[in-house]
């Protein structure tokens, strides 16, 4: 079993530090559940589940719910109803149409071309099932994240999701006054750590220091807003998810009717 490690980028439930961007992210889970009750989905698949920490509220509150990424989950995510599978997104080893709901949060921005990732969604869930996609919304971003190949506005995300499925909704993860005065500190921060290399050197370093760098920034810079004016306080209703707009954090497209793959 691989051992997971701090990135900064890959939450770990219990990281006081990260404790806003984890239920920012936790709301996404939220809106999966309620809507994979109304009507009821019975076959879940948690696309890229990272950590494993949505994976285990998914299980909470649904029946059957299987989780796939290139890591071990974090032994606390670990449910009797979740079944984690490591695998790469080239070579998911399970059947098509298996799946009522797919849901992959935080991914498609770690890919450079999304086509194989959204043909696998759209393979793996029924005619009538959905699937659910967020990814951090370009207006909004610092831009500095690494690991973030690509970042979508609402209306190129549509335009890719459009190829694979027939009816696409965009919406948006939105955040109350103490939460978005809390990000606009992190933006200001993290401008004013940029300007110290004008150049752009951070962006032609070794990989593997650019990534140990942006892992510790990561840290310093919620430390400075967590000493300076405190980390809010949040639970899930401090993330309502709304119509997606120019000032919402995450997009969450609803993805419906999948449009089978063309063999080549």
Not at 43 to 53: A, Q
Not at 197 to 226: E, K, T
Request: aromatic share 8%.
């Amino acid at each position: 079993m691989s051992q997971i490690l701090f990135t900064g980028e890959r939450l770990h439930q219990g990281s006081a530090l990260f404790g806003v961007d984890l239920m920012r992210h936790r709301a996404a889970y939220a809106y999966a559940i309620q809507r994979a009750k109304r009507p009821q989905s019975r076959r879940i698949l948690d696309l890229g589940c990272g950590t494993g920490y949505g994976t285990a509220e998914l299980a909470d509150a649904l029946p059957q719910v299987v989780a796939i990424d290139r890591i071990s989950p974090d032994p606390a995510a670990r449910h009797a109803a979740a079944h984690f599978v490591r695998a790469d997104l080239n070579a998911i080893p399970l059947a098509p149409r298996s799946f009522d709901m797919v849901v992959s949060f935080q991914v498609i921005e770690h890919l450079e071309d999304p086509t194989f990732y959204l043909d696998a969604i759209a393979r793996l869930i029924t005619p009538e099932g959905c699937a659910l996609i967020t990814t951090p919304n370009l207006l909004t971003s610092d831009g500095e994240n690494p690991f973030h190949v690509h970042e979508y506005t609402a209306g190129e995300l549509t335009r890719y999701l459009s190829r694979h499925f027939r009816e696409v909704e965009i919406l948006g993860v939105t955040a109350a006054p103490e939460p978005m005065a809390y990000y606009e500190a992190r933006l200001r921060r993290i401008r004013t750590l940029v300007r110290i290399d004008p150049l752009g050197l951070r962006r032609v370093l070794p990989r593997r220091l650019i990534d140990w760098l942006f892992g510790r920034l990561a840290v310093v810079v919620r430390r400075g807003i967590q000493q300076s004016q405190g980390l809010p306080d949040v639970t899930l209703d401090d993330f309502p998810i709304v119509p997606a707009d120019d000032r919402c954090l995450d997009l969450l497209a609803i993805c419906r009717g999948p449009i089978e793959p063309s063999v080549p």
